[in-house]
């Protein structure tokens, strides 16, 4: 399964589960037609956002991603369930994490690998002092 497909398959369930409390499989049509908004919804702003320059510097640190998966399991009262609904949705325990990388950045921490540089001064010029704090 492409990277493309599994992530629309967590964020369908995601959405799912977020809004009726159900997986995608158990949507009545209505509730399913709003989820697949939803979905195309998602999937196209996080592509903006990847494909922002800002992107490439921000990583989401292993604990939020396995939070974010926690957050799911937890829906569940039997662990079995959840593995199968994740089967039903084209994921499994391992993939699982891999599709919540991309979970949008305004609702995620992130941090930065590397500060951003600072733009260098032009040759034979002192460096720009930085602006006077306001009071």
């Known amino acids: 399964m492409s990277t493309e497909a599994r992530t629309a398959n967590y ?3 995601r959405s799912a589960l977020a809004g009726f409390q159900r997986t995608p499989a158990e949507l009545n049509d209505d509730e399913r ?24 510097d921000v990583h989401v640190p292993a604990p939020v991603v396995e939070q974010a998966v ?9 662990h079995a369930e959840f593995e199968a609904d994740l089967g039903g949705n084209g994921l499994d325990p391992h993939t699982l994490p891999r599709a919540g990388e991309r979970e949008r950045p305004a609702h995620r921490r992130a ?3 590397d500060p951003p540089a600072r733009p260098a001064a032009p040759a034979g010029t002192a460096p720009a002092e930085p602006a006077p704090a306001a009071s």
């Open 33 to 56: 037609r709003t989820v697949e908004q939803q979905t195309v919804q998602a999937y196209a702003i996080e592509e903006r956002v990847l494909a922002m320059p800002e992107a490439r």
């Open 11 to 13: 964020l369908r369930l």
């Open 70 to 78: 926690e957050g799911i399991v937890e829906r569940y009262p039997e």
């Open 111 to 113: 941090t930065r690998r």
